[in-house]
């Protein structure tokens, strides 16, 4: 990806979370927006992406509806952090057993796909946000903590490895500082960027079909998208303005994450 290209990612995922912001300050009520007498109105200066076909507004249901992702993305990415990182490093810098046995769980996970695993849980313990969050970071755990434990193997023989023992660094500060901060943050960062790509087309996939994920009336780029594709008559930005900002976001995160390099690589 171009320079340009990742610039306009971060201002897409940018603008993504200050919609976020705005949403949990902004008192919007989804029921008191019901008004059936401004139905299917088109944009226009009042109204900027016009209203759906019970008269809400677009816009305000589009920010909403950020609160639907972000949060629990956020939160997937610390169970994906809290699960793979120190898996992931320690099984790298000591490699033998214990990268054995790391590898051995990682693997047992990563036998039920993502997707399954998440209906899985969803089915056992409700499809609220927080569950779905949980599932999709212990999904992703396996493979951020693989990446980890790959890249780290590679670095610990080193000069700079060898070189911090010889000064009587400590191996943990080695490990925290020289490996995972200075040698595997872009790694990290972009496997987290995958992690919320995939966390928002499981939700909007979820709250599109039903069922799982947010339920009407609370607003999901997903429910919007459902609720609205299909009506005769109605303002076609009801179901493009969702479907675009779904595509954007997950373009942006996935292109943002292509542009992030570990040091000393190309």
Do not use: K
């Amino acid at each position: 990806m171009s320079r340009l290209g990742a610039r306009l990612g971060q201002a897409v995922l940018l603008a993504v979370l200050l919609c976020w912001l705005l949403s949990l300050v902004s008192g919007y009520d989804v029921i008191a927006d019901v008004t059936p007498a401004r139905a299917g109105l088109h944009p226009s200066a009042q109204a900027l992406l016009g209203t759906d076909h019970m008269g809400r507004s677009v816009a305000w249901r589009l920010v909403t509806a950020s609160r639907a992702f972000v949060g629990p993305g956020l939160l997937a990415m610390a169970v994906a952090l809290a699960l793979g990182l120190p898996a992931g490093a320690l099984a790298g810098y000591l490699g033998g057993p214990v990268a054995g046995v790391v590898r051995y769980l990682w693997a047992v996970v990563s036998a039920v796909p993502r997707f399954v695993l998440v209906l899985l849980a969803c089915s056992i313990y409700g499809s609220e946000p927080h569950v779905l969050a949980v599932a999709a970071g212990l999904s992703f755990a396996p493979g951020l903590g693989e990446a980890l434990t790959t890249r780290i193997e590679a670095l610990r023989s080193r000069e700079f490895v060898l070189a911090t023992r010889a000064h009587g660094v400590s191996a943990a500060r080695t490990l925290a500082w020289h490996l995972l901060w200075l040698a595997c943050r872009a790694l990290i960062l972009r496997q987290l960027l995958y992690l919320l790509a995939f966390y928002l087309v499981l939700e909007t996939s979820l709250s599109y079909v039903g069922g799982f994920g947010i339920e009407e009336p609370q607003p999901s780029w997903g429910n919007m998208l459902a609720f609205e594709f299909g009506i005769h008559g109605g303002n076609p930005a009801a179901w493009a303005a969702p479907a675009l900002a779904i595509w954007l976001t997950v373009a942006a995160a996935i292109g943002v994450a292509s542009t992030l390099r570990e040091r000393g690589h190309a």
